[in-house]
Antibody
Framework: QITLKESGPTLVKPTQTLTLTCTFSGFSLTTNGVGVGWIRQPPGKALEWLALIYWDDDKRYSPSLKSRVTITKDTSKNQVALTVTNMYPVDTATYYC????????????????WGRGTLVTVSS | DIQMTQSPSSLSAFVGDRVTITCRASQSIDRYLNWYQQKPGEAPKLLIYAASNLQNGVSSRFSGRGSRTDFILTISSLQPEDSATYYCQQSHSSLGYTFGQGTKLEIK
């Protein structure tokens, strides 16, 4: 059974750096074709994809946030971390991590399982 | 990056109705299109992947079709538990695995 859980601060001050951790079980991030991604959702708004890391350490970032976001993995701990620099109130959102997997070698990837999310508020 | 546009932004329908939601990509994404359902206070749930493949355990009332730039999610015989927001997502371009802006479905 695959599970993912986000953890980190619930409140950060403007200009601070946010670091969130996704701790997962039920799969290995060394398995070919597997990845973990981060997605956020401001209150009442749409989902926004932020970053993704693959089993081979290939990393992908949202073009609009690429200068502020870093994703890393620790396969020994089954964890993926997301760092977002220079946080501002507009970054207030629920941050989700999710399991990224493909149905075939054709590369048809999707997020099949998600964590419950963690609400991060940016306020002084 | 690829923009994903859903229509309508919201809709209201009766139990038993057939509902369609459209998702349009700003450029061709072949069939790399996923659909998710999100209920208030919950994480999104995968419904359809690769345009038309039903995720395990998802009701067969949900179906998807399309290719290149135009995609449709259909819910046949709407049920009360289908009240949710639906999102499309493209998985074609590693420049950004973009989501649509969402379609909020209300059951009358």
């Amino acid at each position: 059974q695959i599970t993912l859980k986000e953890s980190g601060p619930t409140l950060v001050k403007p200009t601070q750096t946010l670091t969130l951790t996704c701790t997962f079980s039920g799969f290995s991030l060394t398995t070919n074709g597997v990845g973990v991604g981060w997605i956020r959702q401001p209150p009442g708004k749409a989902l926004e994809w932020l970053a993704l890391i693959y089993w081979d350490d290939d990393k992908r970032y949202s073009p609009s946030l690429k200068s502020r976001v870093t994703i890393t993995k620790d396969t020994s701990k089954n964890q993926v971390a997301l760092t977002v620099t220079n946080m501002y109130p507009v970054d207030t959102a629920t941050y989700y991590c999710a399991h990224w997997v493909r149905a075939s070698s054709a590369g048809d990837y999707f997020f099949d399982l998600w964590g419950r999310g963690t609400l991060v508020t940016v306020s002084s | 990056d690829i923009q994903m546009t859903q229509s309508p932004s919201s809709l209201s329908a009766f139990v038993g109705d057939r509902v369609t939601i459209t998702c349009r990509a700003s450029q061709s994404i072949d069939r790399y299109l996923n659909w998710y359902q999100q209920k208030p206070g919950e994480a999104p749930k995968l419904l359809i992947y690769a345009a038309s493949n039903l995720q395990n355990g998802v009701s067969s009332r949900f179906s998807g079709r399309g290719s290149r730039t135009d995609f449709i999610l259909t819910i046949s015989s709407l049920q009360p538990e289908d009240s949710a927001t639906y999102y499309c997502q493209q998985s074609h371009s590693s420049l950004g695995y973009t989501f649509g802006q969402g379609t909020k479905l209300e059951i009358k």
